[in-house]
């Protein structure tokens, strides 16, 4: 079972608590949370919707999660939903190559 333990926390303290410090610093205390970053020396591995949206990248869902999964080193699908999708693209092509309809 997992297991948690209850914290209530602020707007502002809640969004400053993030391990993101782009996305912490978007929100409030901007020149304080980018002053101790960057005197900390500390690296964003921009993980987040928001400090990907920040920088401009592709988020991690939709489109972009297979981007970020390959990222992370992992497989975006299991070998299942891979052997379906290219059977599928198969399919697909010989459907293309097999249409002599002249459209």
């Given at each position: 079972p997992a297991g948690y333990q209850p914290m209530l926390l602020g707007i502002t303290k809640a969004s400053l608590a993030t391990e993101s410090f782009?996305?912490?610093?978007?929100?409030q205390e901007t020149t304080r949370v980018l002053t101790e970053a960057s005197v900390r020396g500390t690296r964003d591995?921009?993980?987040?919707?928001?400090?990907n949206v920040i920088v401009g990248r592709l988020i991690p869902a939709g489109t972009g999660l297979a981007y970020?999964?390959?990222?992370?080193?992992?497989?975006a699908f299991s070998e299942s939903d891979a052997?379906?999708?290219?059977?599928?693209?198969?399919v697909f092509e010989e459907i293309s190559v097999g249409d002599d309809s002249g459209e």
């Open positions: 782009i996305s912490a610093a978007s929100f591995g921009l993980r987040g919707l928001k400090e970020h999964a390959q990222r992370r080193g992992q497989a052997d379906a999708i290219a059977a599928s693209s198969s």
